[in-house]
C-alpha cells in the first residue's frame, strides 16, 4: 500500500541518494495526499470531491509545491526538492490498482484515469518493500560517510 510512510520513505531515499534537501523532498512526496482533506469535509457531509481531487493531479500537485516554494527565499531551490518529491509520489501511485479508474495524468485536457496494475491499496508488501529498502540506503550512507571520513587527512 503506498501510505504516507512508504511515500515519506520513498521520498527520504530519493533525497539522500540524489543529494537534494531530504526534508523539502519528504513535504513532496506527501504533496499529492493532500487529498486526504476531503475526509474531513465527507464527514460534515460536504461533497468536494471535484475540488480536492485535482490536488493528486501532476498540476495540482506542482502548482501545490509552487506555491509552498514561494514561502522560500530561494525559490528553484525549494521547488526542484518538492517537484521530485511531487514526481516520486506520482510515479509510485501510476503502479497502484486505484478503484476510482486510475491517475488523472492528462489533466486538465482529460479527466480520464491511467494506471499500471501492480500492487493494490491494501497490500502492504509495498511498505514493507520501502522499509528494507530504507534500511539498505540508510547502512550505505552510514558506511559511504565512515569511509570516506576515516580516509580523509585532515579529520585524524
Known amino acids: 500500500m503506498a501510505d504516507w510512510l512508504t511515500h515519506s520513505l520513498v521520498g527520504w531515499m530519493t533525497g539522500k ?4 534537501d531530504i526534508a523539502l523532498l519528504v ?5 499529492p495526499d493532500l487529498v486526504k482533506i476531503n475526509l474531513a469535509f465527507t464527514w460534515l457531509g460536504i461533497n468536494d470531491h471535484q475540488f480536492f481531487d485535482l490536488l493528486h493531479t501532476p498540476v495540482g ?4 509545491a509552487g506555491i509552498i516554494a ?9 521547488l526542484i526538492p518538492l517537484g521530485i518529491g511531487v514526481s516520486a509520489h506520482l510515479i509510485l ?10 491517475m488523472k495524468l492528462l ?3 482529460s479527466w480520464d484515469g491511467w ?3 501492480v500492487y493494490r491499496s491494501d497490500d502492504y508488501l509495498i511498505t514493507v518493500i520501502a522499509v ?5 540506503v540508510y547502512t550505505a550512507s552510514w558506511y559511504y560517510e565512515k569511509r570516506k571520513n576515516s580516509h580523509h587527512p585532515l579529520k585524524k
Open 132 to 136: 528494507l529498502a530504507a534500511m539498505l
Open 115 to 117: 494506471q499500471i496494475y
Open 93 to 102: 501511485d501510476f503502479f497502484l490498482v486505484h478503484t476510482h479508474g486510475g
Open 27 to 31: 513535504v513532496g512526496s506527501l504533496i
Open 61 to 64: 500537485a506542482v502548482l501545490v
Open 70 to 78: 514561494l514561502f522560500f527565499p530561494d525559490i528553484k531551490k525549494a
Open 107 to 109: 489533466f486538465p485536457f
Open 17 to 20: 541518494t540524489s543529494k537534494q
